[in-house]
């Protein structure tokens, strides 16, 4: 990271914190450090790489809300326990889409 990137990477610190907006850091990846700032039904990840690229994603919520009997689909998503059956990689596809 050039001076100029850290330079980048401090000013979107600053604005986060005059903004009041919340926010975490984290180095996920040896080559970037990555800002995570929280607004009402969405989050962005920035990521400030190495080689002084910056890449945004945006998440946002579609405002649905569940109980916890979705958590099951958490779990079998990302368990080595149980693996999801075709019907439910196709209904979370049907999910993402909308």
């Not at 080559?31 to 946002?60: C, K, N, Q």
Request: charged share 35%; with cysteine; aromatic share 8%.
């Amino acid at each position: 990271m050039n001076a100029n990137q850290f330079s980048k990477l401090l000013a979107l610190l600053e604005r986060l914190d005059k903004a009041k907006i919340h926010y975490t850091m984290e180095h996920s990846r040896e080559d970037a450090v990555m800002i995570i700032a929280f607004a009402p039904g969405e989050y962005w990840e920035s990521e400030f790489m190495l080689d002084d690229e910056v890449e945004i994603e945006r998440y946002r919520s579609n405002g649905e809300i569940h109980d916890e009997t979705v958590l099951k689909e958490l779990f079998a998503l990302c368990s080595d326990e149980e693996t999801p059956t075709e019907d439910t990689v196709k209904q979370h596809d049907a999910i993402a889409r909308e």
